[in-house]
């Protein structure tokens, strides 16, 4: 079965986003001084085979502690829809 996801990292809390600040300052100058605490992330949307949900949840979680997000800078969340 195939299946998809969408996954969202994002710099951990703690971290300063250097990203963000700079958009956040930026939003004043646009005249959006309401908007403050923005934080700069990726989504990464991927495709993956496998005989369940559960095995496809273990495949994408694998791959994102492998290779797609850096755990002592960057948290993640994902969700997977059957194809």
């Known amino acids: ?3 998809r996801a969408e996954i969202d990292v994002m710099p951990h809390k703690a971290l300063l986003d250097p990203q963000g600040k700079a958009v956040t300052k930026s939003m004043t100058n ?3 001084p309401e908007i403050e605490n923005v934080r700069i ?3 990464i949307s991927l495709e993956v085979t496998a ?3 559960e095995a496809a949840e273990k495949k994408i979680d694998q791959a994102c502690k492998k ?3 850096n755990q002592i800078t960057e948290s993640y969340i994902f969700t997977v ?3």
Do not use: P, R
Request: charged letters at 30%; a positive charge.
């Open 1 to 3: 079965m195939k299946f």
């Open 30 to 32: 646009i005249g959006l």
């Open 41 to 43: 992330g990726k989504h």
């Open 51 to 53: 005989n369940s949900k």
């Open 67 to 69: 290779l797609l997000v």
């Open 81 to 83: 829809i059957e194809d």
